[in-house]
Each structure stands twice: as C-alpha cells, then as structure tokens.
C-alpha cells in the first residue's frame, strides 16, 4: 500500500511533467478506442442492411463458370472476377433462357434445405399523385409468395390476391415512405388512385419492412412501389420472371443448398454447367465484416505505435526521475526497504502514470465519439460503439506498457547502493 501512495505523491508532485508523460498514451488510447469503435459502427451498419436477408438465395443466369468443379461460382470468385475486369462480360436477352416458375417450385419440392421462393421483375417510373410526384421509383413485379419470404408487414390495406393476378388488375402497394410522400400517411394512401405513365393505378395496401434500415447508403430513393409481375411485365413489355430468390431453412446450409438450386436450375434450362449462379447476401456480409476487420486491424495498429511511443516517454521519464531521486532511494534503503520495495515501487509508479494516461485517452475517445456519433447514426443508421473490450482492453494494455517501460528504471533503483546514493548530490 506505501508504494502506492509513494507512486500518487510523486505523480502529483510532478503534474506538467507526468501530463506530458502520459501524452503519447493518451493518444495512442484514445486513436484505438475511437477507430475500434468506427470499425464496429460500420459492421453494424452492414448487418443492418444485409443481416436480414441472409438465409436468401439469388439465383441468375451467367456466361461465367465457376473454377471449383462444381459448376456454381461462390462470392469471392464473382469479386476476383469484377475486380479483373473479367466480370464486365454481358448476355444479351436472346441468348439467355426465359426463366419458368415451374423450375423454381422443382427446386422447392425437390431439395430439403430449400423451403420457399420468390420470383420478381422490375422496372423504374414516376409517379404521380394530383400534382405531387416521386420520380425514378424502383417499380418490383412480385409472385404471390413475395411476402411469405419477405415477410414484409402491412400497415394499412391488404396485399396482392390471386384474382389480382388472374385479371391483371390494376392495383398496387406503396412502401411507408412513398405514402409518406404522396400521401402523408398509410391510412390516407389506401383506394387513392396513382399514375404511372399513362395508366392509372390503385392503392390496396402500404407495406413497412421489419428489417428497415436508416442507413442512408441503402435508402437513396424515394420508396418503392410493387405490383403482379403478370402486370408490370404486361405494361411494360419485360420478361415475368427477372430475378429469382430462394429461402433456405438454416443459415449454415446456404452455400450447400444455394449451390443444388442453382445446378437444377441449370439441368432444367437445358443450359451448359455452371450458367445458373447463386450469390447469398450471407457470404457477402461476412466478406464485408472481414474487410472492416482488416481495416480496423490496420489503423489499430498505426495507432498502436504512439502507445509504443508513449511508453518509450515513460521510461526515459523514470529514468530521469531515479537519478533525480537517488538521495530519496538511498534514505529508504538505509530505512529496511529491500530491493523489492525500491522495485515495486517504480513499476508501480509506472502503472499508474501508464494507466491514467489510458482512462484520460478512454473519456477523450468517448466524447469523440459522442460527439460525431449522431452524424453517423444519421447518415450510416447504427452509430459508432465503444464495446467493453476495448474499454477494458485499451487501459489494461496501457497499464501493462508502464509495467514492461517501467522494469529498466525500476531495477537500476533497486540495485543503486544505499551509501552511494546518500552522498549523491
């Protein structure tokens, strides 16, 4: 307990110069905390956008094949690809086959990891409403099983019925923040009529998704509208079936499972091996959540070196500060302290400067990340996090840099002669 106050005393006897001690620990914990802390408010921001989709499947017609042998390139290969400039290549809608549902209910009923579809096309167009107007809105065609898979919710009216489709019915649901637009409300939006080019639509239901970002990368347009995929192909003169997504039961058998639909699909189109692809969000997101590691990892340890840095300060400091203290050494020791004492109490010494150096740092990164924590919650939808680890991580390690930076100064204490130091001067 003495060598802890002898350690407070002498750091509060010292305040300008322990402050510029601890400087370059300051820096070095706060640089950490704060980067960690970005690098955790992204992956969050990712899992936002791609977290809840990860147990769907794309399946999609490709001239490029994959090198494994197994006929479906994975996601780091179509990345390898894109980045090489081999990715560019297109096929033009002659060569590429029309896609039939019927395949994809095979696919369902015919491989068990595999418990439900959907099947969409697309297209983008202004609507209007009296004179209010949202324009390039994603305009998605959907099946009937649209919204079993995603299980969006309707906040106000109904979804589509399968007399919609039989009779191409004009009809249309908007998401919350189109009728937001149009409308000023779900309630307000429901049996309105909207129009879309030259063909009137009406409104039977707004849609909310419980996996709704706020990340505003993801959300750039003004909503989105759907309707039967029968109807917008039939308006708008493209194929029923543009895109296809199948829902996996278990995360852990995407790749497996993905990989069968895609080689049936293949087998069924009467395509060469390896034209159907897969791409599963899950695999991208752990791509992602990789990179911002390696980032994190990166810029940590740029950051890490001024910690290194402030610990050379320390010992060189210490080293100053047991010449200066010769005198003091040598009183204790002709006192009873033994070796140990004089040792412990300079490690200890150390520790301390070293430690609170790390908690200043710490409420230096926490206040950084207050305050430019609101404009990236805005802007990305999950702010940057402080977790406990690297909290509790960041000032232990900056404790056990005093520790290590505070041997040398401590033993040469310990072993200077009792008479020798009472005559220094």
């Known amino acids: 307990m003495q060598n802890w106050k002898f350690a407070i005393n002498s750091i509060m006897g010292h305040k300008m110069r322990s402050f510029l001690t601890m400087l370059g620990i300051i820096i070095g914990v706060m640089s950490v905390v704060v980067i960690v802390a970005l690098g955790s408010g992204m992956s969050n921001a990712f899992t936002d956008v791609l977290g809840g989709a990860q147990q769907d499947v794309s399946l999609f017609y490709s001239h490029k094949r994959s090198k494994n042998g197994d006929g479906v390139m994975t996601y780091q290969e179509m990345r390898d690809d894109a980045e090489s400039g081999n990715g560019d290549e297109t096929v033009s809608t002659e060569e590429e086959p029309q896609i039939q549902e019927v395949w994809v209910k095979q696919a369902v009923n015919d491989i068990n990891g595999i418990d439900n579809y959907y099947v969409t096309n697309n297209t983008t167009a202004t609507v209007n409403y009296g004179k209010k107007k949202a324009d390039n809105i994603p305009i998605t065609g959907i099946n009937s099983t649209y919204f079993t898979v995603k299980k969006y919710q309707i906040v106000a009216g109904r979804t589509l019925k399968s007399n919609d489709y039989q009779t191409f019915a004009r009809v249309v649901l908007l998401d919350t923040k189109l009728a937001d637009i149009l409308f000023g409300g779900a309630d307000k939006a429901l049996n309105q009529i909207v129009q879309l080019g030259s063909n009137n639509y009406r409104v039977i239901g707004v849609y909310k998704d419980p996996n709704e970002t706020r990340n505003r990368l993801a959300n750039m347009n003004n909503g989105n509208l759907l309707m039967a995929n029968t109807q917008l192909a039939a308006e708008y003169n493209v194929a029923e079936i543009m895109n296809v997504v199948v829902h996996v039961k278990k995360l852990d058998d995407v790749l497996k499972d993905g990989s069968a639909a895609a080689r049936l699909m293949t087998k069924l189109s009467g395509v060469r091996e390896g034209e159907y692809q897969m791409f ?140 020798e130091s009472l005559r220094y001067e």
């Open 280 to 419: 599963d969000q899950a695999s991208q997101l752990a791509a992602i959540q990789s990179q911002v590691a390696i980032v994190q990892v990166v810029f940590g340890a740029i950051a890490g070196i001024a910690l290194l840095v402030g610990g050379i300060g320390v010992m060189n400091i210490m080293l100053v500060s047991v010449t200066e203290r010769t005198r003091e050494i040598g009183l204790r020791k002709a006192l009873g302290a033994t070796r140990g004492n004089i040792l412990m109490q300079f490690v200890i010494e150390s520790m301390v400067l070293t430690a609170i150096g790390g908690l200043i740092g710490l409420a230096l990164a926490a206040l950084i990340v207050a305050s430019i924590g609101h404009s990236l919650d805005a802007f990305f939808g999950a702010p940057p996090t402080i977790t406990t680890v690297s909290a509790v991580g960041s000032v232990l390690f900056s404790a056990t840099i005093g520790i290590v930076f505070g041997i040398l100064p401590a033993n040469k204490a310990s072993k200077l002669d009792p008479i």
